[in-house]
């Protein structure tokens, strides 16, 4: 089983990082890889930069040794789109190692608006992680397609490689990362929002608006 939990991770945070290992344990304690995506410069400019998050992630896991971090999207450039990364995870893979990727349901309720989103179900099992107050269009086509390959049990992903979708509802820490950058900006504390080798390294970069003379 090899699974990828993508996301901006600008920075990550114990929301992020609970997550994945709740998802770890719920599959067998199988790796969880942790997967940056890139960001078009653009829209970056109030956050880290790539090399920057990948700082964090990398920080942020140590010791985890069930956290990997995948960097392909950040090495490829440009807009990472999900159907090209699982097309390539699944070439490297072969066809019949199961693959899944893992989605909060504020991601899963907009997948039909994603580039070739049609094949993600067939590259890779969903894990569809319950955000609280997000509730899917029972019209639109993430719930049909939910309604279609639901199944009630994770070991239901090992079975096969692809194309089955799992709603997860483990705790959901209210923690966001722009309420971490937020908080750095206006001169607050983010403390216990992140490990703090996350922290140390953002205010030591002077990330977000962080006075590294000043600790948090
Ligand atoms: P931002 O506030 O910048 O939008 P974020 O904190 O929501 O960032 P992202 O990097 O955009 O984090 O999210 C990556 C993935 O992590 C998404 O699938 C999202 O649903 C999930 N996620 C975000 N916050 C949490 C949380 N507190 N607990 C669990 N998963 C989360």
Partial sequence: MHVVYGGT???VHHGHLRLALEVSECLGNVPVSLMPCHIPPHRGETGATAEQRLRLLEL???GEPELRIDDRELQRGGASYTADTLRQLRS?????????IVLGTDAFAGLDRWKEWQQIPE??????????GIIL???GEPARLLAKSAVDSASALHG????R???LNPPWLDISATGIRDRISLGQSP?????????????????????PAKNF
């Fill in 9 to 11: 991770f600008d920075p």
């Fill in 60 to 62: 942020a896991i140590a």
């Fill in 92 to 100: 490297e893979l072969g066809v019949d190692v199961p693959l899944t």
């Fill in 123 to 132: 590259l890779a099992h969903i894990i569809v992680v319950q955000r609280p």
């Fill in 137 to 139: 269009n029972p019209e």
């Fill in 160 to 163: 096969c490689a692809a194309g």
């Fill in 165 to 167: 979708v799992l709603e």
């Fill in 191 to 211: 403390r216990y929002l992140a490990p703090d080798s996350v922290l140390a390294e953002i205010q030591h970069m002077g990330l977000y608006g962080a006075c």
